[in-house]
C-alpha cells in the first residue's frame, strides 16, 4: 500500500518555483492514491464480510474464544481433584494446558507481554501441577517455584488463592477471610447486603461461604505437601494478613470482626448455622444456569460444584451433573495446541450484536441480510424473560435486555443490551419482524435500561447504583473489583442505542447520561475505560455516543479528545494501548497497535469526521489494510478488560502515593483480569472501514 501524503510543505515549495505546475501534479497524485486506497477498503471489507459470514453458527450466533489467564485451568484441576475425579477426561488436556501457557521466566501472567508474572497465578499452577503428579524437579516447576520466591513468596497472595491453598491442606483455614452464611439473612438495606456487591462477587460468595463455614481439606495426593513453599519452615511462616492498617479504620474494623468470627467457628457459637446453609444452598441451586455454569462466569461456578459436593451432593445429582457437563461442553471448553482450555466466560451475545452492527456499518448485501435475519431470530430468542438479582431493588420492573453468555437469565447486561438496540433498531416497524414481537421486545428492554440508570446519571453493567464503597474495605474483597458502579463506555452506548429508537438529549434519563459523561472526561481530552482497554476505548465509546445523540461535535471538549487521539497514532499508522496503562498513567493510549484499538482510534475520529484529519484516518485504514490475511487479523494481545484490580469497580488517581502498595498490583496487574476477546480483531475493524466509506467519499476533495 502506498504511502498517503501527510506534510504538503515540500509540495507547495515546488509550487512556487514551477509557477504552481508541481503542486497540481501532487495533488492529481493524491487523487490518484485516494482512489486506489477507496478501492482497496472495498476490497478489504468484502474480504472481511466473507469472512463473518463463514464464522456464523448454523443457530445464528457469534461466538469467538475468550482467553484470559491459566489460573481457570489451574483451579480446574484442583476442583476436579477436590471432587474425587482426577480421572476426568479434560484432565490431562488442562495440565497441557498450563505448560503451554508458563512464560520463559518460570511465571504464568495476567495479559499477553506482560512485564512480569504474577505471583497468584504461578502459586495455583504450581499448585495444580504437582497436584497432577510433576515432580518438583522438572525443570519447569523449578523455573516457577524460583520465580515464587523471588517475588516474596506467598507472603503477599490475594484471598482467593489462600482458598485455594486452604482447600488442598496447605494454607490454615482460620487465615483466610470468614465468610459466614449468615450473610444470606441481611436485608437488602442493609449495607452488607449481598445484593450491594457486583453480581460477579456476590454469586462467587455464596458457594464460597459454605465453603468458609465447612473449612473442608482434600489434600494432595500420596501424602504431597508443598514444602518447597515454606523454605524456612511452616512454624516460621507469618500466614497473618501482610498490610497491617491504621488502628482507627474500617479496615481495621473488619479485621478485627474476621478474628471475633473464627473464634465463634472454632468453639461452634454461630446461632442458626444449618439453616444459614440451607438457605445459601438453596441460592446456588435457584441461580445456576440452564447450562450447567453460575453466573456466566468461571468462579460462581467452579466454588457452586465443590460447595454442593462438600455438603454431600454426588456428581451424579441432576445439579452437579449439568456444572460437570459444562467442563467439556464445547461452548465453554475448546481445544489448542493439544491442550484444553476452559472459558472464564463465553460471549456469543455480545458478539453477535457487534458483528451485527459491523455488518450494518458496512452495508447490507443480500447475503448479509440473510445472515443478519437468522441473528435477529436468535436474539429474540433469547430475550432474558426472567426476573434475576436486579429485581430485588426494582421489583416492579418487567424483565428485558439480553445477557452476555448463552443462558445466563439471573444478570442480563446493560452494555449487551444497549448495543442489540442499536442494531434491532431499524427492523422495529418492518411488519416482518412485527409479527415476531421486535417491538415489545424493544420495549421490554428499553423500560429495563431505563429504569436500571444509577442516581449519578450513568449505568453500571448488572446493577442500579452499586457503589457501597465501604465493601471494599472487607479483607474478602482483595481481588479485582467488588462493586458495578457507572462507567462511561456503557453509559455512551446506552446513549447510542436509546438515540437509534430517536430518543433525544432533552429527555431527562439522556440528560442526566450526558452530564455523567462529561463530568468524567479526563483533562487531556479522553475517557477512562471500564470493559476495554482503556482510554482509547473508553473515548472510542464516548464520542460515537455524544455524535449519535446530536451533541456539538466542534466544541472544545470534543476537539481536545480528538488532539488526544491523533498524538497516540503510532508511527505504523495504527493505536495500541497496554494493559498497563490501568496502573501507569503515562502508559495511557500507548503500546504496540493492534486491529480493534486502531478500529476504535479511527471510529472516535469517524464520529467528529473533521476533514483536516483525514490523512490521520488514511494512515490508520492503511494500518489495518495491509494487516488483514485471509479476511481478518492477528491480535495476540489483550484489549478486553474484566477487572482493573483497584477493587471500587472505577477509575482512581494513579497519581496518588502508594498506590501499587495499597493495591499490591503493578503493570503486571496481579488483582485484574485481563481478556482476549478473539473477535475484536474482526468486528471492530469491520466497523471503522464501513464508517470510512461515506467519510471519505464526503472528504474526497479536501485538499492535501
Known amino acids: 500500500m502506498a504511502t498517503y501524503i501527510n506534510d504538503n510543505s515540500k ?58 489467564n491459566s489460573c481457570m485451568e489451574a483451579q480446574w484441576i484442583l476442583a476436579l481433584h477436590f471432587m474425587e475425579l482426577r480421572s476426568h477426561p479434560q484432565w490431562n488436556g488442562l495440565v497441557q494446558c498450563l505448560f503451554n501457557e508458563q512464560r520463559t521466566d518460570g511465571a504464568w501472567g495476567i495479559y499477553h507481554d506482560a512485564p512480569a508474572g504474577d505471583i497468584n497465578t504461578t502459586v495455583e499452577c504450581y499448585a495444580a501441577l504437582r497436584c497432577a503428579g510433576v515432580e518438583k524437579e522438572d525443570p519447569r516447576l523449578k523455573s516457577a517455584l524460583a520465580f515464587i520466591h523471588a517475588n516474596g513468596g506467598l507472603k503477599h497472595i490475594r484471598v482467593f488463592t489462600k482458598y485455594w491453598l486452604a482447600l488442598i491442606g496447605e494454607w490454615p483455614w482460620d487465615k483466610t477471610p470468614n465468610l459466614p452464611p449468615e450473610v444470606i439473612y441481611f436485608p437488602k438495606w442493609f449495607p452488607f447486603s449481598i445484593y450491594n456487591f457486583a453480581q460477579w462477587a456476590r454469586a462467587t460468595l455464596m458457594p464460597i461461604a459454605l465453603l468458609s463455614a465447612r473449612r473442608p481439606v482434600r489434600p494432595l495426593p500420596n501424602g504431597l505437601k508443598l514444602d518447597e513453599f515454606f523454605p524456612e519452615g511452616r512454624d516460621r511462616f507469618d500466614f497473618s494478613y501482610p498490610k497491617q492498617p491504621e488502628p482507627i479504620s474500617w479496615e481495621a474494623f473488619f479485621l478485627r470482626a474476621d478474628k471475633i468470627l473464627h473464634g465463634a467457628q472454632k468453639f461452634g457459637l454461630p446461632p442458626f448455622r444449618e439453616g444459614a446453609v440451607s438457605r445459601v444452598i438453596e441460592w446456588i441451586i435457584k441461580h445456576q444456569d440452564a447450562d450447567g455454569a453460575w453466573g456466566g462466569i468461571q468462579p460462581p461456578w467452579i466454588y457452586g460444584l465443590m460447595a454442593l459436593y462438600n455438603e ?240 456539538d461535535m466542534q466544541a472544545p471538549n470534543i476537539t481536545r479528545a480528538i488532539e488526544w487521539i491523533i498524538s497516540k497514532q503510532n508511527e505504523d499508522g495504527g493505536w495500541g494501548e497496554t494493559c498497563g496503562s490501568y496502573m501507569d498513567a503515562s502508559l495511557a493510549g500507548c503500546g504496540p497497535s493492534t486491529a480493534s484499538q486502531t478500529a476504535w482510534a479511527l471510529m472516535a475520529l469517524l464520529a467528529v469526521g473533521r476533514p483536516e484529519d483525514r490523512p490521520v484516518i488514511e494512515r490508520g485504514l492503511s494500518h489495518l489494510m495491509d494487516r488483514q490475511k485471509d479476511g481478518t487479523w492477528d491480535e495476540p494481545e489483550f484489549t478486553g478488560t474484566g477487572f482493573p484490580g483497584y477493587g471500587l469497580g472505577e477509575r482512581i488517581d494513579l497519581g496518588r502515593s502508594g498506590l501499587e502498595d495499597d493495591l499490591a498490583q503493578s503493570t503486571e496487574l496481579s488483582r485484574a483480569f485481563m481478556i482476549n476477546y478473539n473477535l475484536y480483531r474482526h468486528y471492530f475493524p469491520l466497523m471503522a472501514m464501513g464508517r470510512a466509506q461515506p467519510y471519505l467519499q464526503r472528504t474526497a476533495n479536501q485538499p492535501v
Not at 418487567?398 to 438496540?421: H, I, K, Q, S
Open 312 to 551: 454431600g451432593y454426588p456428581v451424579s445429582h441432576p445439579v452437579m451433573a449439568k456444572g460437570l457437563g459444562a467442563i467439556e461442553d464445547p461452548r465453554w471448553a475448546y481445544e489448542k495446541d493439544g491442550a484444553t482450555y476452559v472459558q472464564a466466560s463465553v460471549s456469543p451475545v455480545w458478539d453477535t450484536v457487534l458483528t451485527m452492527l459491523a455488518m450494518k456499518d458496512c452495508g447490507a448485501s443480500d447475503d448479509n441480510e440473510d445472515a443478519l435475519e437468522r441473528a435477529i431470530d436468535w436474539l429474540l430468542a433469547n430475550e432474558v424473560r426472567t426476573k434475576g438479582d436486579w429485581s430485588v431493588k426494582l421489583p416492579k420492573v418487567e424483565p428485558g435486555g439480553w445477557a452476555f453468555e448463552y443462558e445466563n437469565a439471573m444478570y442480563p447486561d446493560l452494555d449487551d443490551t444497549a448495543v442489540a438496540l442499536i442494531v434491532l433498531a431499524p427492523y422495529r416497524d418492518d411488519p416482518k419482524w412485527k409479527a415476531k414481537g421486535i417491538g415489545e421486545a424493544i420495549d421490554r428492554a428499553v423500560n429495563w435500561t431505563l429504569a436500571m440508570q444509577c442516581k449519578n446519571g450513568g449505568w453500571g453493567a448488572f446493577d442500579k447504583d452499586n457503589d457501597k464503597k465501604i465493601l471494599t474495605k472487607i479483607p474478602f474483597c482483595d481481588f479485582g473489583e467488588a462493586l458495578d458502579p457507572p462507567s462511561v463506555d456503557v453509559t455512551a452506548h446506552i446513549i447510542e442505542g436509546l438515540a437509534a429508537l430517536g430518543y433525544k438529549k432533552s429527555h431527562p434519563a439522556i440528560a442526566r447520561a450526558l452530564d455523567f459523561i462529561r463530568n468524567e472526561q479526563e483533562p487531556d481530552g479522553s475517557w477512562w475505560g471500564r470493559w476495554g482497554v482503556n482510554y482509547i476505548y473508553g473515548t472510542s465509546a464516548a464520542l460515537p455516543a455524544l455524535e449519535a445523540i446530536g451533541e
Open 11 to 68: 509540495e507547495k515549495a515546488d509550487w512556487v518555483e514551477t509557477g504552481g505546475q508541481n503542486y497540481v501534479n501532487a495533488e492529481d497524485h493524491t487523487q490518484t492514491e485516494r482512489r486506489q486506497l477507496e478501492r482497496q477498503l472495498e476490497t478489504s471489507i468484502q474480504s472481511g464480510l466473507s469472512w463473518s459470514l463463514g464464522a456464523q453458527t448454523s443457530e445464528g450466533y457469534w461466538v469467538g474464544n475468550l482467553q484470559s
